[in-house]
């Protein structure tokens, strides 16, 4: 059976059990990380010699990383959804994949949500803050320009770019900072929360978090 290491609050854990949820995969969910320790045996270095989560492992196949996850997953066991042979439809969402993780993500999980909210207050530098708000609202932005006349990211159906990027949305959401009107990100979203897969593994409460290095 397929075994998934890291806590469900993570949010790279978080795509990876959201994908997983879609494709209705058979799992085993191990907490790991965090509180919840075990990163530095023996064993999971093994599998994982970066001591990070998530971490799979499917018929001793070791997989790690949450994009790479994702697409061992996608090509594995989500071709007729989630994969494509054909290297140019591939890069459709590959391109938002990488997008979200070297652009909207440092933007506002690590000068937000780490500076901000995982920041105890008397230590937060607001100039990191404030940066952070205005960049994450710049890359909505654009993403909101980008869904115009679109139900998700590459059109009618969810897509590996929809679960990379969309996984940010319930934190965006959720933490009391300035945000810009934008529609299209908004009725997305409203899209994301009505999927069974997005309630259960995304919308996972982090008040654990707050104020936590």
């Known amino acids: 059976m397929l075994k998934v290491w890291g806590r469900r609050n993570s949010l790279n854990v978080q795509k ?10 058979p799992h085993e969910h191990i907490l790991a990380g965090g509180d919840f320790g075990k990163l530095d045996t023996p064993a999971y270095l093994a599998m994982n010699p970066h001591s990070r989560i998530p971490t799979i492992d499917d018929e ?4 790690w990383e949450s994009h790479a996850i994702l697409r061992y997953l996608a090509a594995r066991y989500g071709k007729d959804r989630f994969w494509s042979d054909d290297a140019f439809e591939r ?3 590959e391109r938002w994949m990488d997008w979200s993780e070297t652009t909207l993500q440092p933007a506002f999980l690590n000068d937000v949500f780490w500076a901000f909210y995982r920041t105890p207050e008397a ?3 607001w100039s990191i803050i404030n940066r952070g708000v205005e960049q994450s ?3 909505f932005g654009l993403l909101d320009r980008w869904l115009q006349g679109k139900e998700y990211m590459l059109g009618s159906r969810l897509s590996l770019a929809d679960i990379t990027t969309g996984a940010l949305l319930f934190r965006y959401y959720t933490l009391e900072i300035d945000r810009p009107r ?3 990100v908004e009725a997305w979203y409203e899209r ?7 309630r259960e593994h995304v919308m996972v409460a982090f008040n654990d978090l707050y104020g936590k290095r």
């Open 123 to 125: 230590e937060r530098d």
């Open 91 to 93: 890069s459709n969402y």
């Open 192 to 198: 994301l929360k009505a999927r069974p897969a997005y």
């Open 16 to 25: 990876v059990m959201w994908l997983i949820g879609e494709l209705n995969l």
């Open 60 to 63: 001793g196949h070791s997989v």
């Open 137 to 139: 609202a710049k890359h």
């Open 182 to 184: 934008v529609p299209n």
